[in-house]
């Protein structure tokens, strides 16, 4: 599964070449995802201006002034770039079309989503309860270690709860206790406070290097 750095490399690779373009068009190949593409997707989207291409957790936002493009890149899932008379192939799901360019869904396991809302994205139900993005304003070594008190799951897991930190999944969790110097079984409630700050610590470093391996 893509991590957050992963993420928000994809992010950082597409946007450049989407924002501030018109949709003209989308193509659903198989709406059967993890779940279904709304079919009305099409005409909800196309003639929408991307203004903005952001990030929440795992989630990318493709923001447009009458609503917002919620996409998920499950287990196995990647954007491209690709000319629009390239032909797809057996797992290119989806693609939205700009006039001289079209953006990709690739994904062979079908656990990737995209939905489509004019609410406020951050009021979607896949959005609305997760936490803090690592190191936001409210994320910090403090942060973790106030929430953790009298819990008795272990670190990996607390750290990888989406309601205590958006985004560390796996991989991200096991670098970055690695990095800090701390057990993946060591029981949150029992770690100190300069243990968390070494924690929020490593969890920031690798996501400003935007990779897993420091």
């Given at each position: 599964m893509p991590e957050l750095p992963e993420v928000e490399t994809t992010r950082r690779g597409i946007s450049p070449h989407i924002s501030g373009r018109s949709v003209s068009g989308v193509i659903v190949r198989?709406?059967?995802l993890r779940w279904p593409v709304?079919?009305?997707l099409a005409a909800e989207l196309t003639g929408q201006t991307i203004t903005a291409v952001e990030r929440r957790a795992k989630y990318l936002l493709l923001r447009t002034?009458?609503?917002?493009?919620?996409?998920?890149?499950?287990?196995?899932?990647?954007?491209r770039i690709v000319d629009p008379g390239t032909a797809p192939g057996?797992?290119?799901h989806i693609d939205i079309l700009f006039q001289d360019r079209a953006l990709r869904l690739t994904d062979p396991r079908r656990f990737g989503s995209l939905h489509w809302t004019r609410r406020p994205p951050e009021a979607?139900?896949?959005?609305?309860?997760l936490g803090p993005e690592p190191l936001g304003p409210v994320f910090s070594g403090a942060y973790l270690y106030r929430l953790s008190r009298g819990r008795k799951v272990a670190v990996?897991?607390?750290?990888m709860n989406s309601h205590v930190v958006a985004g560390v999944g796996n991989i991200y969790a096991n670098e970055s206790l690695f990095h800090a110097r701390i057990n993946p079984r060591a029981q949150a409630g029992r770690l100190s406070l300069a243990r968390y700050e070494a924690l929020a610590a490593a969890v920031d470093k690798l996501r400003r290097?935007?990779?897993l391996v420091a």
């Open positions: 198989n709406p059967n709304s079919r009305r002034g009458q609503g917002t493009a919620i996409l998920h890149l499950g287990m196995s899932g990647s954007l057996k797992h290119d979607h139900k896949l959005l609305r309860d990996k897991q607390f750290i290097d935007g990779r």
